[in-house]
Structure formats: structure tokens, C-alpha cells
């Protein structure tokens, strides 16, 4: 939705009073509530009233005020301080907000934020991307599923690899829940992953005794040779040459290595749970990921496939940007299909991103 301004009719104008009573009526994204808020521009303030619906209708509204405060030029029924100087004042005001944000005057009174631009604005202070991974930056249901189909088949495990792949993830967030709720010491994905595997094999009826302790090792490395979706490299490529780019994964340091040196994913870094001794969506993992690049919340995004990792991160914080992939657990995915707020910036593919990010 665009960024619109507008100069609004008051009660006395109605009544056929004079043009110099207006109101102002700011309608914005909600996104863009953060940078609005508590900031001064001289001489003028905007302070939020009122948040606008997905549908685009205001059901509140923005006022703009003297830097003072003891003068509202903007009131719920309209303004009605007839002894202002109205036309300059207003002028002013528009001049402020095009210099400041950088927006386009259409008519005296219209002032718009193109659709296409709003991205790079709300974006504007970021300096560091962090990556969610598994799902966002890599395709893991395939690739476990093609490297396991194999030791499935050898050892008579009565599962489709699809189906393997699924019952291994599951365990996934389980398995972190015991360290982040205290219950265990933080250990390294890989350990995680070790014994998830090994869980499933003897809930399908396995007796994994049985198996070679080196041909178990070998699968678990399947995680840290994950294909990367097919938009990755070259949007990484493009987003690298003006931002610090990074995982914020709960992959630990030697999978993601691994990884980036396979698939040639082009990191400035190393970062995530491993780094931090925290797994999201726990608020130490994306905290202190901050605090490691000596940045402010706000000048680092968390770009991820997975509402509830942007929630967390927003919730510290971060700006954040929706992925959309929506086959990420095959083609009947329920979860994560749409944005289920409204983040920063929403993209299908990393293309999209670096193009919306302008690089």
C-alpha cells in the first residue's frame, strides 16, 4: 500500500469557512510505524493515532504537531487553529517530509511513496542480513530424502525417503525445546540430529545396533550437504556487494562450512546458535548475533521462510523479511504460505529481495 498524504477538510471548511483550515491525513503501511514513532524532524513531529488495515482504510489516524507541542495541526475532526499560517506551514511540512523520506509531491496537497520504493525505506538503516537456512536458504526435504534413499533401501527401513526426511524434522524443534527450556546443556545441532536419527530408525522398527556406527555418521552428514532453491546463489551474489550477509541458523558451525563450501554460498561469516550457545526462536540467539556484529537491532534483517523466526526476531528488535517458499515441505505444505504480519519486506526468491533492496 502506498504512503499517501492529504489535506482534509475541516467542520468550519464544510461549513464554507475558509481554506485555511485543514487537517492532514497520513496514511501508511504498518510497518512503518517504528520509524514514524518519537522521532523529531524540526519542525514538525509525527505521532501515530491510528493504525491502517491491510484494506487500506484508516480506522485512526496521524497527527502532525509543532516541535513544541503546545500546537496540534492535526486534530480527529479536523484542524481548527485559524490563526496559524496554514499555506506556509503546510508547504513547510510537505518540503520536510520529501526531504527527509525521500517521497514524490504529486499535487500541493498529495504525497506519494511508490510501491516499488517503500522497501528500500523501510530498509534504509540495515547494514547485515542473517539468513534463516534450513527451508529458507536450502531445500533439506529433497536433499535428505535423495541421500538417504539409498541407506533406506540397504537397511530394509520401511519408509519412503520423502516420508524419512519428514519424520527426521520432526524431531527437530523437540530436540532444541530441551536445551532452550534448560532441561539439557547446549550441545551442536549435529549431536541433535545424531540422535533423531537414531530415533526414528527404532521407532520405524529398526534395530540400529545393527548398523555400522560409520554408515550412521555418513547420513547424519546429510545436512551439511543440502542443496541451495535456485534463486539463492545469484541473490546472494547481488545482496553480498552492499550488505554483510550471514546465517542465523541453529546449524552448527562446521554444517554451515560444510554447506557454503559445497554449494558455494558465498557468507561474509559464520554466525548462529552454535556461535551464540542459543537456538531460536529463543531471543539470545538473535541478541546476541546483534550485539557479535557491534549493530543496533534495527540495522540488521532476518530474512526467513518461517513466520514464527520473524516474529521472534522482530519481537527483539530486528527488521525482517518474508521468503515465501512454498514447497519447502512438498507440494500439500500447509504452513507458511502467506506473510502473517506485516514484515518489512516480502519476496519469492532472493532475486526479488536484492531487487527490492536495490543491489
Known sequence: MAIHVEMLPSRRQAQGHSRRNVGILVQIPLGIKQIFQGHLYSPYQL????????????????????SNNYRKMY?????????????NRLNRCLYVLMREFHYYLLTYCDLILAPEDQERFFMQDVRALVFDVFGTVVDWRNG??????????????PMEPTEFAD??????????????SGQRPFVRLDILH???????????GVDVAA???????????????????????????RLKDRFIIAPLSNGNIILMLDMARRAGIPWHTILGAEVVQAYKPAPAAYLRTVDLLAMRPEQVCMVAA????????????LKTTFVLRPTEHGASQTTDL????????????FEALADALGA
Open 194 to 204: 545424531r540422535e533423531n536419527l537414531e530415533a526414528v530408525l527404532t521407532e520405524a
Open 167 to 180: 519424520a527426521w524434522r520432526r524431531r527437530y524443534q523437540p530436540a532444541m525445546e530441551a536445551v532452550r
Open 306 to 317: 518461517h513466520n514464527n523466526d520473524l516474529a521472534a526476531a522482530r519481537a527483539c528488535g
Open 47 to 66: 505521532r501515530l493515532h491510528a493504525r491502517i488495515q491491510p484494506d487500506g482504510s484508516a480506522h485512526e489516524k496521524k497527527q502532525i504537531v509543532q
Open 144 to 157: 535428505v530424502a535423495r541421500q538417504a534413499a539409498n541407506f533406506l533401501a540397504k537397511n530394509d527401513v
Open 75 to 87: 486534530e480527529e475532526n479536523g484542524a481548527r487553529h485559524s490563526q496559524l499560517d496554514w499555506p
Open 211 to 237: 548398523i555400522d556406527p560409520q554408515e550412521l555418521a555418513e547420513l547424519n552428514l546429510a545436512w551439511h550437504r543440502l542443496d541451495p532453491w535456485p534463486d539463492v546463489l545469484s541473490g546472494l551474489a
Open 338 to 349: 502467506h506473510p502473517e504480519q506485516d514484515w518489512e519486506v516480502t519476496v519469492d526468491s
